[in-house]
C-alpha cells in the first residue's frame, strides 16, 4: 500500500466495541484491499482496563483519558461507542470534530438530540460524522438514503428498527403468553437495555425514525416532533384477535412526508400478516422506503449484535479511509429544513377493545360516543363473558386518529367501561 | 451553489434515457441540494432524431453523432443508454473514458464482459465507471456491495434478478396456465427482450450475477465461468408438483465462495414456499448478501422500469457530482483476484421428473441406476397415467450435480424413458 495507514481509536468496549477489534483482525486482508490503504487501531479506552473480555487486548495501546485520544495526534478518527444522548459521549465527540477528526458513532440517541449541531460542526471543520451503525445494525439504511435514493423525493419511510419489541411480540404470540413474561425473559436474556423504557417504550425506534427521516426528507432532525407510543399495553388478547383477523402486531417506525407536512411516529400497528412486514419475526429489523422514482423497497437484516453492527462501522471506516466524506444527513447541514410537523392530519383505521359491563343498553352508548365524533364501525364482536363483564372489539372505518383519541377519551369515563380502553392503528402498508 | 454544474451527455432515448430526463427535470431541486451542485444536460442523442417521444426534448442539444458526445469539451459525464455488449455501445465507453470523462451505464452485458478490461481504463484515467442501474433496477445492490458490506467476507450472494422471468413463473402458477401460453402473454406485454434467451434462457441473470460476485468477492468479473440453465423446461405440472410440496420455482443466480474457489450458476430452483424468495411475486426482485459479520440481508425492490432504472442512475450522478469516486469494482482493478472457479463441489438436493413405461421392473431399473452413482432417494412417487406411460417424481437427498448428471444422461437413453427427464435443484436457502 502506498498510502499511510488511517489510524483509529476506539472508545467503549462493551459488545461492538470488541466486534469491531475482532472485525479489524479477522479481515484486515479484505479491509485493506477494500479501503485501499490500512486501517489500524491507534488506541483503545474503556471505564476498565482490567475486565475480563473475550478479546486479546494486551497488543493495543490503552489510553485512560477518553478525551485524551480526541486530542491525540497519531488518531485520524475516533470510532465512539460509550453511548448516552449527553455526557462523556458528546464531549469526546464534540472536541473530536474541532480538533479535524473524524467521528464514526453507533450512538442514536445523541444524533437525534443533537445531529444537526454535531452535523454543523462537522461541516465547519470539514470532516465526516458517520453513523451507519446508529440504525437498524447490520442494514446499510443510513446510506442508502444518503447515497442511492438520494434523488428521490420520499414519500415514506417505515421501519420496524427495535428488535427487543419485535422479539417480544412474536414470543408473545409463539409461546402464547402475555407481555409481562415474555417482557421478563427477554431481560433474562440480556436483550433489554438498562432503562426498559428506551426499547419497549418506543423510544430507541423513535431515536432511528427521527434519524431516517432527516435523512429521507432532506430536514433538520427533529425527535421532540416523534410521537411515541410502546408495547407495554399490548396484551396476548390484543395478538389473538389481531391473528384471528389476519393481522399481526408490530412496532412500527413511521415517517411520512406530504404537502401537509412531515409527521413521524413510533407505534404498535396491526399488519396484514401476509405483508413483508407481517413475516419479519424475532430480532430481524426491516425498513421500507418510498420515493418518487424508486417506487417501494424493502431492506432486512440483523437489527443488533457484534457482528451486523461492527459491519456499518467498518463500512463508515473503509469510506473515510478512501477519502468518500459525506455531509452528514445528505446534503449540506446549513441548507436541511426546518420542516413543518404535522399530526392532524392522521388518517387510519382502528382496532379498539374495551372491557364493558354487560348490560342492555352499554353497545348503544358506545356506539353512541364514535357516531358523535364521526367514527364509523367496520366490525363489532362481542366476546365471551369476563365475570358481569364483557370484551368487545371493534375496527373502525378510517378515521382521524385526533377524533379517535376525543371519542377514547369519553368512553374511558363512562361507568359501563372497566378498563382502560385499548386502541391499536391498523396499517395496511 | 458556488460549484460549476455538472454536464452530462445522454446517449439512448429509450424508456431508461427518457425517465433519466424526467427524473432530471421533476426532481431538480432535491437533486441539486444533494448533488451540492445542479446536474445540466449538455446533450443527447439517439438513433431518431424525430421519432415520436412523450417527453419534450426540443430545448435539449441534439448530438447526431454518439462518438461525439465523448469528445465534446463540454460534457463531463456519458451516460451510455444503448446496450449491448459490443458495437457501439463499447466504443462511445472507450472514448469517453479515453477522454477523462466519468461513465455511468445501465449496460450489463457490456459490464459483464468487458467489466475488467473497463475497469483497468477508468482507473488508469483517474474517472468513475459506475452502473447502480446494470443489475436489481432500483435496489442499490451494485453501492451495498461495493460500500457498505464492503469489509465482510462474503459467502453468498443469491439473487431473483430477471424480472421476466418471475413474472413468467408466477403468471403459470396464478393461471395455472403451461409455459408456452405465458411465454407470449408476457411477450405481447413487451416484458421479453427481443432475443428472448437474454431473459428466458437465463443470460441477462448470468450477466447480472456475474457482475454481483466480482464485487462481492473481490474478484475479476468473470461471465464465462457462469453455469446458465433457463425456465424454457419447467412445465406447470413441476410447479404443481413444487407447490404440493411446499415448494416455489424460482430462476435464481447463485454466487458461492469457499475455500475450494468460487461457483456462479443461473438456474431455476425450488424454494420453500415461506422463505422471502418464495414469496416473491411479479416483476420485483430481490438479492440476498450472506457476509462473515454482517450475517444474512435481503434486499427488494422493482426490477426494471424507467423510474427505479433512473433512480439508480441519478444516485451514480449525484456521485461523482458530490466528488465521491468510487473504483468500479470496490477495490483497485489492479488487485482483482482471478478466481478458482468451481463446479464439481455442487451439492444439493433435486427434484426429478420422469416419464416412464408403466411396467414391472421400470421402476427397479431407475433406482438401479441412481444407486449404482450412490444418489439416494428421500422421495418418490408414481402420479396417474399419461396412456401407457406414467410421469414418476423422485426427490434424492443432497448429491454431486455431476453425479446427477451422469444419470440422468444414462436413464434418459434407456427404453423405458419417454420424454427428456426434468431436474430442478432445492435450495433450502
Request: glycine letters at 8%; aromatic letters at 6%; charged letters at 25%.
Amino acid at each position: 500500500m502506498e498510502k499511510d495507514p488511517l489510524k483509529i481509536g476506539i472508545i467503549g468496549l462493551g459488545t461492538v466495541g470488541l466486534g469491531v477489534i475482532d472485525f479489524l483482525t479477522k479481515n484486515i486482508e479484505t479491509i485493506t484491499l477494500r479501503a485501499g490503504r490500512e486501517i489500524r487501531i491507534s488506541g483503545i479506552c474503556a471505564k476498565r482496563k482490567n475486565k475480563k473480555r473475550k478479546i486479546d487486548l494486551s497488543k493495543l495501546k490503552w489510553i485512560s483519558d477518553p478525551l485524551a485520544l480526541s486530542n491525540d495526534d497519531e488518531t485520524d478518527v475516533i470510532v465512539e461507542l460509550i453511548g448516552g444522548e449527553d455526557g462523556t459521549a458528546k464531549s469526546i465527540i464534540e472536541k473530536a470534530l474541532l480538533n479535524n477528526k473524524h467521528v464514526v458513532t453507533a450512538n442514536k440517541a445523541l444524533i437525534a438530540h443533537h445531529g444537526h449541531y454535531l452535523a454543523l460542526l462537522a461541516e465547519e471543520q470539514q470532516v465526516s460524522l458517520s453513523f451507519e451503525a446508529a440504525v437498524a445494525g447490520g442494514i446499510p439504511i443510513v446510506k442508502i438514503l444518503r447515497e442511492s435514493l438520494s434523488g428521490n423525493e420520499v414519500s415514506r419511510v417505515y421501519g420496524v428498527i427495535n428488535g427487543t419489541c419485535n422479539y417480544i411480540l412474536t414470543q408473545m404470540e409463539n409461546d402464547q403468553q402475555d407481555y409481562s413474561k415474555i417482557f421478563k425473559q427477554a431481560q433474562d436474556l440480556g436483550f433489554v437495555e438498562k432503562d426498559p423504557s428506551l426499547d419497549v417504550g418506543g423510544i430507541d425506534s423513535a431515536h432511528k425514525i427521527s434519524i431516517l427521516a432527516s435523512l429521507a426528507f432532506g430536514s433538520r432532525i427533529n425527535f421532540d416532533n416523534v410521537l411515541i407510543k410502546g408495547i407495554e399495553n399490548i396484551s396476548l388478547l390484543d395478538i389473538k384477535n389481531a391473528n384471528a383477523m389476519g393481522y399481526r402486531i408490530k412496532l412500527l417506525g413511521l415517517a411520512n412526508k406530504s404537502k401537509a407536512g412531515i409527521s413521524q411516529e413510533v407505534e404498535p400497528c396491526l399488519v396484514p400478516r401476509e405483508s413483508l412486514f407481517g413475516k419479519l419475526d424475532g430480532g430481524t429489523n426491516m425498513v421500507m422506503v418510498e420515493g418518487n422514482f424508486v417506487e417501494q423497497t424493502h431492506y432486512i437484516g440483523p437489527g443488533a449484535g457484534a457482528g451486523p453492527t461492527a459491519s456499518s462501522i467498518i463500512s463508515d471506516l473503509i469510506d473515510i479511509a478512501r477519502g468518500n466524506i459525506s455531509t452528514t444527513f445528505g446534503q449540506k447541514a446549513s441548507q436541511l429544513k426546518i420542516s413543518h410537523h404535522v399530526t392532524e392530519e392522521f388518517i387510519s383505521s382502528f382496532y379498539l377493545r374495551f372491557l364493558l359491563t354487560d348490560k342492555p343498553g352499554t353497545l348503544a352508548q358506545l356506539a353512541g360516543i364514535l357516531g358523535k365524533y364521526t367514527i364509523s364501525i367496520n366490525r363489532m364482536r362481542q366476546l365471551h363473558h369476563q365475570d358481569e363483564n364483557a370484551p368487545v372489539l371493534i375496527v373502525t372505518h378510517p378515521t382521524k386518529k385526533t377524533l379517535l383519541k376525543s371519542a377514547i377519551d369519553e368512553i374511558s369515563k363512562l361507568e359501563i367501561c372497566k378498563s382502560e380502553p385499548v386502541y391499536i392503528k391498523i396499517e395496511d402498508l
